[in-house]
């Protein structure tokens, strides 16, 4: 079973892009809860999350209003609907998962050593 984000690619500063991330397999025990992104020569980091008991999101400063994650529990399918797009966006976004339907705190989901699944990343790039 494989975690698949896809819908990244190119697109102009102020633009928009929707991401998604699914399990192969729906009925497996892995719920995609989480985005990350990672520049190159930095670090993979927080983009936002979306708690599964209540919807509750949570969502790193910079995205600041930008960005939207939801969730089709019919689908076991996260999404990361991007608006007003910066060149500094720019990077590797990935979608992690959780084993199981636990629920954290706002904290916790921003510590990526608490996700047991990641996907093989998509890129996005910002630029004109």
């Known amino acids: 079973v494989q975690l698949q984000a896809s819908g990244g690619g190119l697109v102009q500063p102020g633009g928009s892009l929707s991401l998604s991330c699914a399990a192969s397999d729906r009925s497996s025990n892995m719920y995609p809860v989480g985005w990350f992104r990672q520049a190159p020569g930095m670090e993979r980091e927080f983009v936002g999350a979306?708690?599964?008991?209540?919807?509750?999101?949570f969502y790193a400063d910079f995205v600041k209003g930008r960005f939207t994650i939801s969730r089709d529990n019919a689908k076991n399918t996260m999404y990361l609907q991007m608006n007003s797009l910066k060149p500094e966006d720019t990077a590797v976004y990935y979608c992690a998962a959780l084993k199981g339907r636990k629920n954290y705190n706002s904290s916790t989901y921003r510590n990526r050593n608490y996700y047991d699944y990641w996907g093989q990343g998509t890129l996005v790039t910002v630029s004109s």
């Open positions: 979306i708690r599964l008991g209540d919807a509750n999101r």
